[in-house]
């Protein structure tokens, strides 16, 4: 029981260590990737490869004059980006990272909560997410922030409709809530994508908007709102927003890969024939393939798609993607009636 | 109107297809392209270790030639701040005192002679201009300063060092050809 | 024993934060105590073992209602103080209209005979798999009329945003 708790407790922290520190280093091949997108080298001054950048970049933060409006609210000032970053480093529990490693006979799951209603914990993360921004842009006063938290609420709460009926096909076809179920329910290569490219579409279009990233970036839409919802923050504030950003990005690529990619699930898993504990690195790195593709994907896009206008993110949010989504769980529906 | 090149889109609000309205063609075909671009040569000049080459006669920092037995060449006539669009040039000038031969060619030279680098647009007038082969520019930069005084460069940096060794080379730019165009007495300036 | 103190602090957590609501003087502080308050009372019902029941909690009050809330609340600018002061008879009306509702609730927690859950794990009925069954079982009516009044709510919000085209 007790090293059941230590563990837990030891690969809670190894997951909150990874996800800070992918991000960080999200912010460096975000820039390099940047600069191959348009023909330049991006930052490799500091360190070999730039590879100094993120640690140059957060000590600046750090040390950066903490600036507070004179008519803000002083709680809800600093609430905001705290609540954003708490939120960001939540949803990491309810995944299942690998397999169960087996020491001295005993068996760890990889997967620090294995509720029984794994995607719906994600989702109520998710929906608490968009506090940490509204508060935020409200208490800086200013009404810059404050278009850009209303925008980032709306946004916020049009796609996750779309994003959670693009996940109940998942759900009708699994039959289970649990994200340790589905994941093993996509063994081999019974990956859901390859049943559910619709919902796929769907759901990485929504992870777009709900992530707040490009072309979605509208609460932070420098052209219109100077910053957005996080005009008025300065120093580490600032950049737990930023950052905070970087973690949903590679949390959301996590799910993403979990809920369609087949999660740790590789083809040809069974002809391996490796000890349970390689087998269970071999498998965390398949993973981490997976979720490094989809951060690769998300700046792939970044730098090519020009940002929507307002009016054509709510068409496309409320008359094409829940319309969409809906038509997919019928077909669901329907497909899954008549296997029956 | 008659089109510039051959690559300009006529732009029509016209209703869109299917196709165009789902996006994700276009979309695709926009990644496909910004994904090229990822092998391409980068353009970036890596500049400290690297310099992006100049031409010969690139019109950088002005330089007060001496000639071959290191006096100064020039006469303080103030053709030079004439010929400048830019009004960039001063000078007062001095009468050479004896024993000073081996200073100054002629016998009136400029005492100060300041170009203020600010105004200065770097046209190359004022070495069009010149007479006596005595100003050029050079294909050194000028240095950024955090004082504006900084930037009216006197003797002490137009000069050029006086050791044979340390001259400033002005080959390139005073072929025979400009020589000749120099003595060209149909250009006002020449005579 | 353990969670015993997590009740305890919760309950405490749920009462001062609802007390808050109405004791805060900005609107937004008072949506913000609410979502307080709905956090503790999912905190409940994951130690009655109904998470499904908690989080469906979290994601509709806290995550879409309240965000609602906050959306609205944010867009009127209430922060000058336009409240006219109400007249006495009005504050000694909602004094015993709320005085006779709480004696209700009192009478009602009274009279009822509160079966006491010795052990709250033993019980299966807040998992989503009981309450699925339940609900497409026992209680198949009421939950359609239910989700057809849902939709006649959306219809006449519909119509009330249109209604210049009528």
């Known amino acids: ?340 | ?191 | 024993m353990f969670t015993q103190y997590i009740f305890h602090f919760l309950s405490v957590m749920a009462l001062f934060s609802a007390v808050m609501v109405l004791a805060s003087k900005k609107p937004i502080h008072s949506v913000l105590f609410l979502t307080m308050t709905f956090f503790a009372i999912a905190g409940h019902y994951v130690l009655l073992n109904a998470q499904f029941l908690a989080v469906v909690h979290v994601i509709v009050y806290a995550g879409a209602i309240m965000v609602l809330f906050l959306f609205t609340v944010m867009l009127l600018n209430l922060n000058k103080d336009e409240r006219s002061p109400k007249p006495l008879w009005v504050n000694i009306m909602a004094f015993i209209a709320g005085g006779m509702l709480m004696l209700t609730l009192i009478g009602i927690f009274r009279g009822y005979d509160i079966q006491s859950l010795q052990d709250p794990m033993s019980t299966q009925i807040g998992l989503v798999k009981n309450l699925g069954k339940i609900l497409y079982h026992d209680y198949l009516i009421p939950f359609e009329l239910s989700s057809v009044l849902f939709l006649t709510a959306m219809v006449g919000a519909v119509l009330l945003g249109k209604k210049e085209q009528i």
């Not at chain 1, 001054?45 to 600046?60: E, H, I, M, N, V």
């Not at chain 1, 693009?166 to 994941?183: D, K």
């Not at chain 1, 490009?214 to 737990?240: I, Q, R, W």
């Open chain 2, 1 to 191: 109107m008659k089109n510039l090149t051959n690559r300009s889109k006529i732009v029509s609000n016209k209703k869109m297809s299917f196709r165009e309205r789902i996006y994700f063609p276009a979309i695709l075909g926009g990644m496909r392209i910004t994904f090229g671009h990822l092998f391409r040569r980068k353009t970036t000049v890596q500049y400290p270790e690297v310099t992006r080459e100049f031409s010969d006669i690139y019109r950088g920092k002005h330089v007060l030639k001496r000639d071959d037995e290191g006096r100064e060449r020039c006469t303080a006539c103030g053709l030079c701040a004439v010929a400048c669009p830019a009004e960039a040039i001063t000078m007062v000038s001095a009468e050479r005192k004896p024993g000073e031969e081996h200073l100054y060619r002629e016998e009136k030279y400029a005492i100060v002679y300041e170009i203020n680098m600010l105004r200065c647009i770097f046209c190359g007038d004022c070495e069009e201009a010149c007479p006596k082969e005595a100003i050029f520019l050079t294909p050194e930069i000028v240095k950024s300063e955090y004082q504006r005084d900084r930037f009216i460069y006197g003797k002490d940096v137009l000069v050029e060092p006086a050791d044979p060794a340390k001259r400033v080379d002005v080959s390139k730019r005073q072929t025979a050809k400009v020589l000749e165009f120099k003595k060209d007495k149909r250009y006002k300036h020449n005579k």
């Open chain 1, 1 to 340: 029981m007790i090293t059941q708790i230590i563990y837990k407790a030891l690969l809670a922290s190894f997951i909150l260590v990874l996800s800070l520190v992918v991000a960080m280093y999200s912010t460096l091949i975000e820039r390099k990737v940047a600069g191959w997108f348009q023909d330049r080298h991006g930052p490799n001054r500091a360190g070999p490869w730039g590879l100094l950048q993120p640690l140059a970049d957060g000590l600046k933060l750090f040390f950066k004059e903490e600036f507070m409006p004179a008519s803000a609210d002083k709680f809800l000032y600093i609430l905001g980006p705290s609540l954003t970053m708490f939120v960001a480093l939540l949803t990491s529990a309810a995944i299942p990272w690998g397999p169960d490693i087996v020491i001295n006979g005993v068996v760890y799951p990889m997967q620090v909560a294995d509720v029984n209603i794994g995607i719906l914990y994600v989702f109520a993360i998710l929906s608490i997410g968009v506090y940490g921004i509204m508060i935020g842009g409200w208490a800086s006063n200013n009404k810059y922030a404050l278009l850009g938290a209303v925008r980032a609420s709306s946004q916020m709460i049009s796609y996750e409709l779309a994003m959670s009926l693009s996940i109940i096909t998942i759900v009708m076809m699994s039959g289970s809530l649990s994200m340790r179920e589905i994941v093993a329910q996509q063994h081999g290569f019974h990956w859901n994508i390859l049943y559910q490219p619709l919902g796929f579409l769907i759901f990485l279009v929504c992870a777009f908007a709900e992530t707040n990233r490009a072309p979605f970036d509208l609460p932070e839409c420098e052209t219109e709102l100077v910053g957005g919802y996080h005009t008025e923050y300065s120093s580490m504030k600032l950049g737990f927003y930023l950052f905070a950003e970087y973690i949903n990005m590679f949390i959301s690529g996590a799910v993403m890969a979990t809920l369609f990619l087949g999660g740790y699930h590789f083809p040809g898993i069974d002809k391996l024939g490796l000890s349970p504990n390689v087998f269970a690195f071999v498998s965390f790195m398949v993973l981490f393939t997976k979720i490094t593709f989809f951060g690769f994907i998300y700046m792939w896009i970044r730098w090519t798609l020009p940002r929507f206008r307002y009016d054509q993110l709510m068409k496309l949010g409320w008359k094409s993607l829940i319309p969409l989504a809906i038509l997919n769980v019928v077909i669901t529906g329907v497909v899954i009636l008549l296997n029956q």
